[in-house]
């Protein structure tokens, strides 16, 4: 089981007050992006826009659901792969740049755990990584050390039924009972991040995101190649989803002039 892309397809586009909410965020992110342009700060801010709308939408999406069984210290999910746009990878990078020190101090070595769960799911399948999985490197004692900076694939998932998660991480299950709303708000959020990106010119494909946090640490300058247009996560990129598919509903979707 996986954290999937939900990138959007032409089956499932958004229409009505969806459609209006995808294009005014959208313009928002057009914004900021002009905005801030070749800053770190426009990075945190592009992020805080996109995590803050997400966080922000949930209620009303979810009114109708049941709550979430997910609470502090259950990390039966963080095991499954996760992927994330370049600014939700740079933000997670220079977070990790900053809290990583003083965990070392304390014994919490984050950068050599992720070096260590990235080479033993470097290129694996679905299949491989579900026959032996890799718990994320970001657990503390249960808790997840990044949760401020997690990425809209991680915010997406949530469960009603804790149980069927731990049946389902112990192979006895192939699905759990997963919010809607959650999916809606992260597919709404993160394609109109993504197409903004590719309107500004920049990298804006979805990425494995323990690959791509490690190329981000080991790049001399990962936000200043990517704002000058280069994709240095090339590596890391997934590929589940044409990118001509992508782009083609990306151009549909576009706000009007």
């Not at 966080?55 to 792969?81: F, H, I, M, V």
């Amino acid at each position: 089981m996986t954290v999937d892309t939900d990138t959007a397809a032409a089956a499932d586009l958004p229409a009505g007050d969806d459609l209006d909410f995808y294009r005014a965020l959208h313009r928002a992110f057009d914004s900021t992006l002009a905005q801030g342009r070749g800053t770190t700060t426009g990075i945190e801010r592009l992020m805080a826009q996109a995590l803050d709308t997400f966080d922000g939408n949930l209620s009303l999406r979810c009114a109708d659901e049941p709550p979430p069984a997910c609470r502090k210290a259950c990390a039966t999910c963080c095991q499954l792969r996760v992927v994330a746009s370049t600014p939700e990878v740079l933000l997670a990078a220079h977070f990790l740049a900053r809290v990583a020190p003083p965990l070392a101090d304390r014994g919490i070595d984050l950068v050599g755990a992720l070096r260590a769960a990235e080479a033993r799911t470097h290129r694996r399948s679905e299949a491989e990584r579900a026959a032996a999985p890799v718990r994320c490197p970001f657990l503390a004692q249960g808790v997840c050390v990044i949760y401020p900076v997690r990425p809209l694939a991680c915010r997406g998932h949530a469960s009603s039924d804790a149980r069927a998660c731990a049946e389902a991480a112990a192979g006895r299950r192939a699905e759990v009972p997963v919010s809607s709303g959650h999916r809606q708000v992260r597919a709404l959020v993160q394609n109109a991040l993504q197409s903004a990106l590719r309107e500004a010119g920049l990298a804006w494909e979805l990425y494995e995101f323990n690959e791509a946090l490690v190329t981000a640490l080991d790049h001399p300058g990962p936000a200043a190649a990517w704002w000058a247009g280069e994709d240095p996560l090339a590596g890391a990129r997934c590929d589940e989803v044409a990118v001509a598919e992508q782009q083609a509903v990306f151009d549909r979707l576009r706000p009007p002039a």
